[in-house]
């Protein structure tokens, strides 16, 4: 390569050096994706049906945790209170199968619910609506109050569902099936797993669209900068409090998900170490990455579920291999695939 | 054009910027001097709006601004770079200066149009990275430009703002000769278009530039007026000048 200067140099070998990752990225993005369009075929193929359920459960908490990196990598707002949100969808898909099931109404007014198309967006507007409120008082703070502030919130939600002995208290809730899609029930684990990964992959797309949106580039530069946002004229509330609601519902969504995989929502889903866990997915991942989390919750629930097939006490072994994790790829699993780790730590 | 009086500012038991009056003209190029922990940097970001002034008041074009919020203020006219330069690191040098421009364009309630190719943001962008001689480098990230580059892209953002008050926290400060000299022809070339409030050490480019100058001692106003006078000023010399 010849250098004309030092700065003409120096741009070179950056578009060029973003051009490979780019393409690298792009490579994982594709493969990541075909692998998990097979995989319900290779697994009945090799005989190891439950294998979808795994992933299923893994893609289900994927949504979740990239919701959090919408907000805790994109947009600098380190919520420690997300599972309140997944917890919350979770719940609004229980309660209304179960008064679609007793045929008593809500409160005598509002009527149950299995079908897909009515308990789905009910979770994802409920929580989104709850994130509205929670984070309009919450990002009033910043720093570590914010951090407490959510956490403090999510703690109070947990509580709430606790006491709620009509809806089962900390018993939880059992479901009676699968919501419905007019007459197809989602008993069927294969069509599940594709309503999951369609809808991650959904979340996934419109996240990276709207990076770059007007509305991306000023929740980036919030985290990134507070002072200069104020300086170039934006006040950044009302920016970073739509990011906050939008990751609310979409955790809210992975929430439904969730209740309508395990056919069981409690109070458990909402529990501070919920909120702890999504974080470690993110981070694990790679925070603001967006394709990391998916990583990190693939990694999480997988070593959750081989090592407690091993040992009750596998969270000993769990802790350790974390922290190796972090120490060894630092800024994440998903910059050490695609080559950014030196850049990051740089 | 901007009108400050009375401006006082207390940290505890330290006086930052006692009783100060400061009037801008249209078009004026006032320099504001003194010595180091004189409150040049406090009385700026009270006129922009960051710190709030323990008693006084702000008119700006006749509005007492005093109480708005510094966004707010942006949005009436007012600009300011940074003394230790404020950018977003991981942004390109054009999309720092874009997102000024977008903000100055309405609210930013957009979620699907990709920024980068919105003409409406990349124009403006690039017009103002000409005028500060930066449009070579367009599309290095703001954290790779070297420090005399990052002072010449404050200025580009500020600009982007369409200010009709420009401030500039020594804008000079930390380049080399070839720099500097750049800066203060852009600093020339602005003058008269915009009015400027300049904080500024190099006494050199001061006296060039300015139309008035104020000189602030321990956060007071002791002079105010044309360079040649400032220069003569006793006060002034046994305060700040007198020792070079």
């Keep these: 390569m010849s250098q004309p200067s030092v700065g003409g140099a120096s741009i070179g070998q950056w578009s060029a050096a973003g051009m490979i990752d780019g393409r690298r990225r792009t490579g994982i993005v594709v493969i990541g994706a075909l692998v998990l369009i097979a995989l319900p075929w290779i697994a009945v193929a090799s005989g190891h049906a439950a294998l979808t359920l795994l992933v299923t459960r893994m893609m289900i908490y994927g949504l979740a945790a990239v919701s959090l990196d919408l907000i805790l990598g994109i947009g600098g707002m380190i919520s420690f209170g997300h599972a309140a949100y997944f917890g919350l969808g979770a719940y609004v898909v229980g309660i209304l199968a179960y008064h679609s099931g007793a045929g008593e109404p809500m409160f005598g007014v509002l009527p149950g619910s299995n079908l897909v198309v009515i308990a789905w967006p009910a979770a994802l507007i409920v929580s989104a609506l709850v994130a509205l409120v929670l984070g309009a008082l919450c990002l009033r703070t910043e720093g570590v109050s914010f951090i407490m502030i959510t956490l403090a919130f999510a703690q109070v939600l947990y509580f709430f569902f606790v006491s709620l002995k009509f809806y089962g208290g900390d018993d939880g809730l059992i479901l009676r099936g699968r919501n419905v899609v007019s007459e197809y029930d989602l008993r069927n684990p294969i069509l599940f797993y594709y309503i999951c990964f369609g809808l991650l992959a959904a979340f996934v797309a419109t996240c990276r669209r709207l990076l770059d949106s007007r509305f991306g580039q000023i929740?980036?530069?919030?985290?990134?900068?507070?002072?200069?946002?104020?300086?170039?004229?934006?006040?950044?509330?009302?920016?970073?409090?739509?990011?906050?609601?939008?990751?609310?519902?979409?955790?809210?969504?992975?929430?439904?998900?969730?209740?309508?995989?395990?056919?069981?929502?409690?109070?458990?889903?909402?529990?501070?170490?919920?909120?702890?866990?999504?974080?470690?997915?993110?981070?694990?991942?790679?925070?603001?990455?967006?394709?990391?989390?998916?990583?990190?919750?693939?990694?999480?629930?997988?070593?959750?579920?081989?090592?407690?097939?091993?040992?009750?006490?596998?969270?000993?072994?769990?802790?350790?291999?974390?922290?190796?994790?972090?120490?060894?790829?630092?800024?994440?699993?998903?910059?050490?695939?695609?080559?950014?780790?030196?850049?990051?730590?740089? | 054009m901007l009108r400050v009086r009375g401006l006082t500012k207390r940290f505890g038991g330290l006086l930052a910027t006692d009783d100060l009056d400061l009037d801008i003209w249209v078009g004026e190029l006032h320099a504001l001097i003194g010595p180091n922990g004189a409150g040049k940097t406090t009385a700026l970001a009270q006129i922009a709006g960051e710190i709030l002034p323990t008693a006084g008041s702000i008119h700006f074009d006749g509005v007492d601004i005093s109480r708005d919020s510094a966004p707010a203020r942006v949005g009436r006219g007012l600009a300011r770079t940074f003394q230790i330069t404020q950018l977003l690191h991981t942004f390109t040098t054009e999309d720092n200066v874009a997102l000024a421009v977008q903000i100055r364009c309405g609210h930013s309630f957009r979620f699907w149009a990709d920024v980068h190719r919105d003409q409406t943001l990349r124009k403006p962008a690039l017009e103002y990275l000409e005028r500060v001689g930066l449009s070579s480098r367009a599309q290095a990230l703001a954290g790779e430009l070297s420090h005399g580059e990052q002072r010449q892209l404050e200025v580009a953002v500020a600009l982007a703002t369409k200010p009709r008050l420009l401030m500039l926290d020594e804008p000079l400060a930390g380049l080399g000769p070839a720099e500097a000299a750049e800066m203060v022809g852009l600093l020339r070339r602005l003058k008269g278009q915009i009015a400027i409030l300049l904080i500024e050490h190099d006494m050199d480019a001061v006296f060039d530039l300015a139309d008035r100058i104020t000189v602030l001692t321990s956060g007071r106003r002791i002079a105010i007026g044309p360079p040649n006078e400032i220069q003569c000023n006793a006060d002034v010399r046994a305060a700040y000048l007198g020792e070079e």
């Excluded at chain 1, 990011?243 to 056919?263: E, Q, V």
């Excluded at chain 1, 458990?268 to 990391?292: A, C, K, P, R, Y």
């Excluded at chain 1, 919750?297 to 000993?316: D, M, N, P, Q, R």
């Excluded at chain 1, 802790?319 to 695939?337: E, H, N």
């Design chain 1, 219 to 346: 929740v980036q530069g919030a985290s990134q900068n507070e002072r200069r946002m104020a300086a170039i004229g934006v006040s950044t509330y009302r920016y970073k409090l739509a990011c906050f609601t939008i990751a609310g519902g979409a955790a809210g969504l992975a929430g439904a998900l969730m209740a309508n995989y395990a056919r069981f929502v409690s109070p458990d889903l909402m529990h501070w170490t919920e909120s702890g866990q999504l974080m470690v997915m993110v981070i694990l991942g790679g925070v603001g990455t967006l394709f990391g989390p998916i990583l990190g919750a693939i990694l999480i629930v997988g070593l959750e579920t081989t090592l407690t097939s091993l040992t009750e006490h596998w969270k000993f072994i769990l802790g350790p291999v974390l922290v190796l994790a972090v120490l060894f790829t630092r800024g994440g699993l998903w910059r050490l695939l695609t080559g950014q780790s030196r850049a990051f730590n740089q």
